[in-house]
């Protein structure tokens, strides 16, 4: 690649960085469950799925060149770009002893606007990883939501109808 080449890849992505974070992005903070959840008391008791959840989506976005601001409850009229997400499902299995076989579902919509720019359902499944036998519950169930973080701030990168992100 010549160097006339890599100046202009280099300014397309400085172009297209500063497209994505010139509207902040707002997202609700804890991640509301959905009303139709069916999860475990103790989950929501304990696990704070829905706060680590945006933290990570905040954490991850951040690194994608995508500036967060967090609020409580739904978007504000004065929101230009609003991600309204709920955790659809959290199912805690099994134990440090028997092996952990947890998982964080979620949905998802994009609005720019009034107008929904893009949709999404995920799902991430973990037995813990390394060392899964020194880990509690939550703390599996946490590994989830931040892998779900990830996921969807890479889909905010490109944002698209139905996307099934995760391990769907």
Same mark, same amino acid.
């Given at each position: 690649?010549? /160097? #006339?080449?890599? @100046?202009?890849? *280099?300014?397309?992505?400085? *172009?297209?960085? #500063?497209?994505?974070? $010139?509207?902040?992005?707002?997202?609700? %903070?804890? /991640?509301?469950?959905?009303?139709?959840?069916?999860? $475990?008391?103790? &989950?929501?008791?304990? @696990?704070?799925?829905?706060?680590?959840?945006?933290?990570?989506?905040?954490?991850? $976005?951040?690194?994608?060149?995508?500036?967060?601001?967090?609020?409580?409850?739904? *978007?504000?009229?004065?929101?230009?770009? =609003?991600?309204?997400?709920?955790?659809?499902?959290?199912?805690?299995?099994?134990?440090?002893?028997?092996?952990?076989? %947890?998982?964080?579902?979620?949905?998802? %919509?994009? =609005?720019?606007?009034?107008? /929904?720019?893009?949709?999404?359902?995920?799902?991430? +499944?973990?037995?813990?990883?390394?060392?899964?036998?020194?880990?509690?519950? @939550?703390?599996?169930?946490?590994?989830? /939501? %931040?892998? #779900?973080?990830?996921?969807?701030?890479?889909?905010? &990168? *490109?944002?698209?109808?139905? $996307?099934?992100?995760? +391990?769907?």
């Amino acid at each position: 690649m010549n /160097v #006339l080449s890599r @100046c202009a890849a *280099a300014l397309a992505t400085l *172009a297209f960085s #500063l497209a994505v974070s $010139a509207t902040e992005l707002v997202v609700p %903070k804890p /991640v509301p469950f959905s009303e139709d959840n069916e999860i $475990a008391g103790n &989950i929501k008791r304990e @696990c704070d799925l829905g706060n680590k959840l945006a933290i990570y989506i905040g954490e991850f $976005a951040q690194l994608k060149g995508i500036d967060v601001r967090f609020v409580d409850g739904d *978007a504000p009229e004065s929101a230009s770009r =609003y991600l309204a997400i709920e955790i659809r499902d959290a199912v805690s299995m099994g134990n440090a002893f028997i092996g952990h076989r %947890k998982s964080t579902s979620v949905r998802g %919509k994009l =609005y720019e606007g009034d107008e /929904v720019i893009g949709s999404f359902r995920g799902r991430r +499944d973990s037995m813990g990883g390394a060392f899964a036998g020194y880990k509690g519950s @939550c703390s599996v169930l946490g590994r989830t /939501v %931040k892998a #779900l973080g990830k996921d969807i701030a890479e889909w905010l &990168i *490109a944002p698209s109808m139905d $996307a099934d992100i995760g +391990d769907l």
